[in-house]
């Protein structure tokens, strides 16, 4: 029986930019739908089960910052942000309410499917119940818990919502305690090796990670910066 091809939503209003992606995937053996409105966009992404979603910033009806954050909640599939605009503001804000990267135009075509390729793969391991690959199923420090078996983390035995690229980078330090990672290793472990977008979606990450396990994310205590080569994790 073939594999079941993975389906892929694209949310753009610019309908030459939406078939120039939808060709190219196509190609590379993904099933494409285009949505131009933001509200039917939304609303085909939480009805269609979707491997990712490429969702561009600005579109009629709603916009991408908006759809992102309402659909995150409810979905937890890769989401590629789309923009044309320049303000770095733009693109932060997009990570921080939940976006796994993001993708400036103009752009290249085969990159965007390199990095759907990358993101898919990386969700896809993660996310694999019966993987031959054996991990520690629990990881304790006492005030910060984490099962990768299920897939949950607890900070003072309270859950914490994390999203999954949040989640393989708390398990990729707390796994390495006191191993420095440089931003360009985290890009390569997280977000796939050879693939390579914006180095600031790791800082993005990091700031949004110390935010949910940090007591003063302005000071943090466990996931530090070690000025001029990366962050090292200390229990």
């Given at each position: 029986?073939?594999?079941?091809?993975?389906?892929?939503?694209?949310?753009?209003?610019?309908?030459?930019?939406?078939?120039?992606?939808?060709?190219?995937?196509?190609?590379?053996?993904?099933?494409?739908?285009?949505?131009?409105?933001?509200?039917?966009?939304?609303?085909?992404?939480?009805?269609?089960?979707?491997?990712?979603?490429?969702?561009?910033?600005?579109?009629?009806?709603?916009?991408?910052?908006?759809?992102?954050?309402?659909?995150?909640?409810?979905?937890?599939?890769?989401?590629?942000?789309?923009?044309?605009?320049?303000?770095?503001?733009?693109?932060?804000?997009?990570?921080?309410?939940?976006?796994?990267?993001?993708?400036?135009?103009?752009?290249?075509?085969?990159?965007?499917?390199?990095?759907?390729?990358?993101?898919?793969?990386?969700?896809?391991?993660?996310?694999?119940?019966?993987?031959?690959?054996?991990?520690?199923?629990?990881?304790?420090?006492?005030?910060?818990?984490?099962?990768?078996?299920?897939?949950?983390?607890f900070l003072n035995n309270?859950?914490?919502?994390?999203?999954?690229?949040?989640?393989?980078?708390?398990?990729?330090?707390?796994?390495?305690?006191?191993?420095?990672?440089?931003?360009?290793?985290?890009?390569?472990?997280?977000?796939?090796?050879?693939?390579?977008?914006?180095?600031?979606?790791?800082?993005?990450?990091?700031?949004?990670?110390?935010?949910?396990?940090?007591?003063?994310?302005?000071?943090?205590?466990?996931?530090?910066?070690?000025?001029?080569a990366g962050y090292r994790?200390?229990s």
């Open positions: 029986m073939a594999d079941k091809k993975h389906k892929i939503l694209i949310i753009e209003d610019d309908n030459d930019i939406a078939e120039i992606e939808k060709d190219f995937l196509e190609m590379n053996g993904f099933e494409v739908f285009i949505e131009s409105d933001g509200i039917k966009g939304m609303e085909r992404a939480l009805s269609g089960d979707f491997s990712l979603i490429l969702l561009d910033i600005m579109l009629p009806g709603k916009n991408g910052i908006t759809i992102c954050r309402d659909i995150r909640g409810k979905i937890d599939i890769p989401i590629l942000m789309v923009t044309s605009r320049i303000e770095d503001i733009d693109k932060v804000h997009g990570l921080e309410i939940g976006a796994d990267d993001y993708i400036t135009k103009p752009f290249s075509p085969t990159e965007v499917v390199a990095r759907v390729k990358s993101h898919i793969a990386r969700y896809n391991r993660l996310t694999q119940k019966n993987s031959s690959i054996k991990h520690q199923e629990e990881i304790d420090f006492g005030w910060l818990k984490l099962n990768h078996k299920a897939h949950r983390a309270k859950e914490i919502n994390l999203t999954n690229k949040e989640y393989e980078l708390l398990h990729l330090f707390i796994s390495n305690e006191e191993t420095v990672f440089s931003k360009e290793q985290i890009y390569d472990r997280i977000w796939g090796e050879g693939v390579y977008g914006e180095i600031k979606t790791v800082t993005v990450h990091i700031n949004r990670l110390r935010e949910k396990i940090e007591t003063n994310p302005a000071n943090p205590m466990h996931i530090q910066t070690v000025w001029g994790f200390v």
